[in-house]
């Protein structure tokens, strides 16, 4: 479960009332008003003109009261390296500036591959892309060939799924343009898990309908797992016949 409130979640089944905990967290409307000012999952900056474009994303390690020192690095690896492929970097080193820290730098090949992680139209499909393996570590083949997509004008936009799930997450894409998302629970677990606990999947990417056989199909014949999720909307949050309400009343 999403690890701030673990605990509290453990002990209500009402989605909507985990949904209200969580985003009257501080933290997190603090991370929503980060992504709305700067809708992006790295920081981009370009070095000189007409030379070339940097992004730059990081990541701090999982508790070692949680993990054990490999697992908690291996995750801020995962963190760093997912949020420079969904903003449509190519990895080309990674930092640790302190014993905690990963930065991880990318180059775009052109600006016009700079990707947001918000959603931007009403009506564009949503999808989750690639998987986290066994060993929590992520396929890199899958960020390259996210990357490729996003450099085939293939993907509207893309959002690493970070540690505190994936309802989460769909909130930090839906913020900046105040839109919402009406998705599909996952057959195979349950809700409650499937919007609060780990994701299994990397990332959100939309795309809209002139992008979306393209993308599929290219993921396929790449053998990187895709799954439908559902569609944005105006505002409203829905997971199947569920409302969780407005976008707007999530936002302080």
């Given at each position: 479960?999403?690890?701030?409130?673990?605990?509290?979640?453990?002990?209500?089944?009402?989605?909507?009332?985990?949904?209200?905990?969580?985003?009257?967290?501080?933290?997190?409307?603090?991370?929503?008003?980060?992504?709305?000012?700067?809708?992006?999952?790295?920081?981009?900056?370009?070095?000189?003109?007409?030379?070339?474009?940097?992004?730059?994303?990081?990541?701090?390690?999982?508790?070692?009261?949680?993990?054990?020192?490999?697992i908690?690095?291996?995750?801020?690896?995962?963190?760093?390296?997912?949020?420079?492929?969904?903003t449509?970097?190519?990895?080309?080193?990674?930092?640790?500036?302190?014993?905690?820290?990963?930065?991880a730098?990318?180059?775009?090949?052109?600006?016009?591959?700079?990707?947001?992680?918000?959603?931007?139209?009403?009506?564009?499909?949503?999808?989750?892309?690639?998987?986290?393996?066994?060993?929590e570590?992520?396929?890199?083949?899958?960020?390259?060939?996210?990357?490729?997509?996003?450099?085939?004008?293939?993907?509207?936009?893309?959002?690493?799924?970070?540690?505190?799930?994936?309802?989460?997450?769909?909130?930090?894409?839906c913020?900046?343009?105040?839109?919402?998302?009406?998705?599909?629970?996952?057959?195979?677990?349950?809700?409650?898990?499937?919007?609060?606990?780990?994701?299994?999947?990397?990332?959100?990417?939309t795309?809209?309908?002139?992008?979306?056989?393209?993308f599929?199909?290219f993921?396929?014949?790449?053998?990187?797992?895709?799954?439908?999720?559902?569609?944005?909307?105006?505002?409203?949050?829905?997971?199947?016949?569920?409302?969780?309400?407005?976008?707007?009343?999530?936002i302080?």
């Amino acid at each position: 479960m999403v690890e701030i409130y673990e605990q509290q979640i453990a002990r209500l089944d009402d989605l909507t009332e985990i949904s209200a905990l969580l985003s009257e967290d501080p933290n997190f409307q603090k991370s929503l008003q980060k992504y709305i000012n700067n809708p992006y999952d790295a920081d981009v900056e370009r070095v000189a003109k007409g030379v070339f474009t940097l992004a730059v994303s990081k990541a701090e390690s999982p508790s070692l009261d949680r993990y054990d020192a490999t697992i908690a690095v291996t995750k801020a690896n995962n963190e760093a390296l997912s949020k420079l492929a969904c903003t449509g970097a190519r990895y080309l080193t990674t930092k640790n500036s302190d014993d905690r820290r990963i930065n991880a730098l990318g180059q775009f090949m052109s600006k016009k591959y700079v990707t947001p992680m918000s959603f931007d139209c009403k009506g564009d499909t949503i999808y989750l892309v690639g998987s986290i393996e066994e060993d929590e570590a992520v396929c890199q083949e899958s960020l390259n060939v996210l990357v490729k997509a996003i450099e085939n004008d293939m993907v509207t936009s893309a959002h690493y799924i970070s540690s505190n799930g994936l309802f989460l997450s769909l909130l930090e894409s839906c913020a900046p343009n105040r839109l919402g998302f009406d998705i599909t629970g996952d057959a195979e677990i349950e809700d409650k898990e499937f919007l609060f606990g780990q994701s299994k999947y990397i990332a959100i990417v939309t795309v809209n309908d002139a992008q979306e056989n393209d993308f599929v199909d290219f993921l396929f014949n790449n053998s990187i797992p895709v799954t439908l999720l559902g569609h944005v909307t105006k505002g409203e949050l829905r997971l199947d016949e569920l409302s969780f309400g407005q976008i707007d009343e999530f936002i302080e």
